[in-house]
Every structure is written in structure tokens, then in C-alpha cells.
């Protein structure tokens, strides 16, 4: 997930572990971005689909 620029605070979330530093812990709202980092995702995969869709048309 790294390797998708997703943040390593999201990716130790979804994974679960728990944060060590005091700040992500108490202060992160870490499901807010995971759900914003998945939703960016999402729509970068889903303009993806209709690119490769489209390539596949026009060959």
C-alpha cells in the first residue's frame, strides 16, 4: 500500500496496529482519512477502468 502513496498512518490503521506516537493516537482521526485516502483511490481506479475501457474500444 506503500507503494500507492497511501500515508503510513493509514496503512498501520487498516492493518491494525495502533499508533505509537501520542499524537496519532489521541489526536489523528484516522477514519476520516482512511475514508478519504480510499475514496481518492477509488475514483483514480475507477477513471482507470474507463480509460483501459475506452484504449480497449479504440483498438
Same mark, same amino acid.
Given at each position: 500500500?506503500?507503494?500507492?502513496?497511501? &500515508?503510513? /498512518?493509514?496503512?498501520?490503521? %487498516?492493518?491494525?496496529?495502533? &499508533?505509537?506516537?501520542?499524537?496519532?493516537?489521541?489526536?489523528?482521526? =484516522?477514519?476520516?482519512?482512511?475514508?478519504?485516502?480510499? /475514496?481518492?483511490?477509488?475514483?483514480?481506479?475507477?477513471?482507470?477502468?474507463?480509460?483501459?475501457?475506452? =484504449?480497449? %474500444?479504440?483498438?
Amino acid at each position: 500500500m506503500l507503494s500507492l502513496d497511501i &500515508p503510513s /498512518q493509514v496503512v498501520d490503521f %487498516i492493518e491494525g496496529r495502533t &499508533p505509537d506516537s501520542i499524537l496519532s493516537r489521541h489526536y489523528l482521526d =484516522l477514519l476520516t482519512l482512511a475514508k478519504n485516502t480510499i /475514496q481518492s483511490m477509488l475514483i483514480g481506479l475507477r477513471q482507470l477502468c474507463n480509460l483501459s475501457f475506452y =484504449l480497449s %474500444i479504440l483498438s
